[in-house]
């Protein structure tokens, strides 16, 4: 009963530090701040994973995300879910993502997200995918998506997969 005790107390603080750990990290290149980029643990065998974070365009000029790319997936688009006629779909945005001066852009669930296709491996919490952005005026950029658990971020997945 103790020892239960115990093994249930280091849990909870194991989760607390991932918690606070995931919480704070940030990115800047020029004039872009890049917040908490993420994407959540996936099964194995799965084919595909989305990518999140907040843009913030410091500058008094639009700036656009051109691309992005990762070594543990053979394409990463920008894709935007939408619903229509009550389904959620998801459409490729080729021509990137316009970050207009002054605003903040999300990329959240059920919106605009990075889509890493043909992933290599599976992704479990708590660790760290490398991901690199590059940006028309402000450059490239490499961050790294935080693994959060499912429970880290609300509201409940509203991504449509493939
Ligand atoms: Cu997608």
Do not use: C
């Not at 239960?4 to 607390?16: C, E, F, K, V």
């Not at 004039?31 to 595909?48: C, K, M, Q, V």
């Not at 002054?102 to 479990?124: C, K, N, Q, S």
């Not at 959060?148 to 991504?159: G, L, M, Q, S, V």
């Amino acid at each position: 009963m103790k020892l239960r005790t115990r093994l249930a107390a280091t849990a909870g603080i194991t989760l607390a530090l991932l918690v606070a750990a995931a919480s704070a990290h940030e990115y800047t290149i020029g004039s872009i701040e890049i917040g908490h980029p993420w994407t959540r643990p996936t099964p194995p065998g799965a084919p595909t994973a989305a990518g999140y974070m907040t843009l913030t365009n410091n500058d008094t000029k639009d700036d656009r995300l051109v691309s992005a790319e990762t070594d543990l997936a053979a394409v990463t688009e920008l894709h935007r879910s939408e619903m229509v006629d009550g389904v959620m779909r998801m459409r490729a945005q080729p021509e990137g993502l316009v970050l207009p001066a002054g605003e903040t852009v999300r990329l959240e669930p059920g919106g605009y997200h990075l889509m890493l296709i043909d992933v290599e491996r599976p992704f479990a919490a708590g660790e760290r995918i490398p991901v690199t952005l590059t940006f028309e005026s402000a450059g490239t950029v490499t961050v790294e998506l935080s693994v959060d658990a499912p429970k880290a971020h609300e509201p409940a997945d509203t991504h449509a997969g493939h």
